[in-house]
Every structure is written in C-alpha cells, then in structure tokens.
C-alpha cells in the first residue's frame, strides 16, 4: 500500500438540544466522534478535488424512512461549532426514549475496511475516487461490521457499491448515544459538509421519488 493520510481533525463542541437529549447529546460531543490524535486513511496519488458544490456523489448511509432523524448536523450549535459530520439517528430529536439500530449502506461505490485506522468504536471507511479525485467517507460507532468487510489491516479492503450493507448503528465509543457518526473527507484529510445541508440538526437530503439517486441533495 501506498503511505497513509493523516487526518489531524479535532472535534470539541457542544450539542444544542432539548432537556430530555442534552445529557446523550454531551456525551456525544465528549466522545469527540473522532478521536483527537491524527486519523489516517489509506490514500493514493490524486489531483486536488473540486470545490464542495461540486461533489453531488453521495447518496444517504441508510435506507430513507420517516423516523429517521438528523441528531447533530455540519454545527454543534447556532454558535457555529463544528462538528464535521453528521450525527443520524433512527427516533425522534426529543427524545432518546425509543433510539433504535438501523442498517448503515455505503454512500458511494468505493473500496472499503473496517476498524482499519483511528476512530472512535466501530468503524467503516470507504476510499472513493471521483473523476479523478479521491474522498473518503467514513461510517463510525457502529455496533458491528459486516462479515463482508476486511477488519484490521488497510493493506486489505473490498470493493463495496452504493447501498451495500456496512453494518448495524449502534453507540461504541459513545455510550449511551445510539446513532451513526457519517463523515466525508477529501483527500487533504479536510472535512466536507458531506450534503451541504450546513444546518444543526433534523434535515437532511430527501428523495422526491423516494429512490436515492446520485447527486442526493436537500433544495434547501
């Protein structure tokens, strides 16, 4: 394999949510959703990625449904703490009474490991190459891997299209916060707001005929 990346995000922020979500919501922020040490993703010669607008290859990490929720969006809070990801959850906002798992599907064709680098729990990442330019979408806290996705080792992955199973959400390395952490990096190891929702929480990117296509995006 080719030298790694190294990714060098460090998340601390707070979580803005109501009473009954605050106590799971600080535990989610507290477990920083990437750990502050560097993260490093199997990488590749790539030239540099086009602007975010740009990047209409993502479709969901999961199957749309109407008790899917966004928990934590691009911002912790209205304050404009980043969070650099999306925090998606199967249950209501209000409420963490009644969280359930919900299988986690990759967002992209790609070529993808699990716990094959830093994270926090049980992870998944997917190396995808777009038009030349390389992403990494990564798949974190899950309760457990598909049987189908190398573990360990960068030097092993498999070859995954969109809407493959992943494995289950779950709240390894968050306690307590049932929900997948989704997050989209660029070959630079910069964040992306993975569907340029730039919003807290709730929203997030929805079919019009309910049959996820590329180019997956909220109007507004």
Same mark, same amino acid.
């Given at each position: 394999m080719r030298t790694y990346l190294s990714f060098l995000n460090k998340v601390g922020a707070k979580a803005k949510a109501g009473i009954a979500v605050a106590a799971l919501a600080a535990i989610v922020s507290a477990s920083a959703l990437f750990p502050s040490a560097g993260i490093t993703a199997f *990488?590749? +010669? %790539?030239? @540099? #990625? #086009?602007?975010? *607008? %740009?990047? #209409?290859?993502l479709t969901l990490p999961f199957e749309a449904g109407s008790n899917m929720s966004m928990l934590s969006g691009w911002y912790y809070s209205s304050s404009g703490g980043l969070h650099n990801g999306i925090d998606f959850i199967n249950g209501s906002v209000n409420s963490?009474? !009644?969280? *359930?798992?919900?299988?986690?599907? @990759?967002? *992209?064709?790609?070529? @993808? =490991? !699990? +716990? =094959? %680098?830093?994270?926090?729990g049980n992870a998944v990442w997917v190396k995808h190459i777009v038009n030349g330019a390389t992403y990494y979408t990564y798949y974190g806290h899950l309760a457990s891997i598909s049987k189908d996705i190398p573990i360990g080792s960068q030097s092993r992955t498999v070859a995954v299209k969109r809407g493959d199973f992943l494995g289950w959400a779950g709240d390894t390395g968050a306690r307590g916060a049932l929900h997948l952490h989704f997050a989209l990096y660029n070959a630079s190891s910069r964040a992306l707001d993975p569907y340029s929702i730039n919003r807290l929480r709730q929203y997030y990117p929805k079919p019009l005929d309910n049959n996820p296509g590329i180019g997956w995006f909220i109007g507004e």
């Open positions: *990488a590749g +010669n %790539t030239i @540099a #990625p #086009p602007k975010q *607008a %740009t990047i #209409p290859f963490s009474r !009644g969280w *359930a798992t919900f299988p986690v599907i @990759a967002s *992209a064709d790609g070529m @993808a =490991c !699990g +716990n =094959c %680098t830093s994270r926090q």
